[in-house]
C-alpha cells in the first residue's frame, strides 16, 4: 500500500485521497494508543489478557511506540501535497488555497508558508501589496 506522499510526482493532487490517508493515520494513531495503554495497565492481572509482568509491558509500549509513530506521521506538515497542489495550480499558491484543499489550521498553513519559502520552494509574487489582499506565491521548482 502507497502512502499518499510517497506517489510519483506527475500525479495530479487528489485532495479525496489526501483526506482519506490523514484520517487513516488518525484513527490508527488513537487505535493503537488506546490499545497499548490497555496492555499496559492490564499488565498486572491475567484476567482479560493472560499475558502478565514484563513482556506485557514491552507489548503495550511496542504497541504505544507505533501509535505515537502514526500520531506524528499525521502532525507532519504536507510539503509534498502543497507543491503537487501548487504544480495543479499553474505554479501558483496563495494561503487560502492551502487552508482550503489541505484542511489545515491557520497556523499550520502559515507554517507550511514559512517552511517553503525558507527551503526555496515558494516565493512572494509582490511584495508590496495592501493589507488587505492576500500575498499570491510562485512556485520555483
Do not use: C
Not at 71 to 93: C, F, K, N
Request: a negative charge.
Amino acid at each position: 500500500m502507497k502512502i499518499f506522499s510517497e506517489r510519483s510526482e506527475t500525479e495530479d493532487f487528489d485532495e479525496e485521497a489526501y483526506q482519506k490517508s490523514k484520517r487513516g493515520e488518525r484513527r490508527q494513531a488513537y487505535i493503537f494508543l488506546i490499545l497499548g495503554g490497555l496492555v499496559l495497565l492490564d499488565s498486572g492481572s491475567p484476567v482479560p489478557i493472560p499475558l502478565t509482568g514484563l513482556p506485557s509491558v514491552l507489548l503495550g509500549l511496542a504497541i504505544m511506540a507505533y501509535g505515537w509513530s502514526q500520531w506524528r506521521s499525521y502532525q507532519r506538515l504536507p510539503l509534498h501535497e502543497a507543491l503537487q497542489l501548487g504544480r495543479l495550480q499553474g505554479g501558483r499558491l496563495s494561503r487560502t488555497d492551502l487552508f482550503l484543499k489541505l484542511r489545515l489550521s491557520a497556523e499550520k498553513t502559515d507554517q507550511l508558508l514559512d517552511l517553503l519559502v525558507q527551503q526555496g520552494f515558494l516565493e512572494r509574487v509582490d511584495e508590496d501589496l495592501p493589507p488587505e489582499n492576500e500575498p499570491v506565491y510562485r512556485l520555483l521548482s
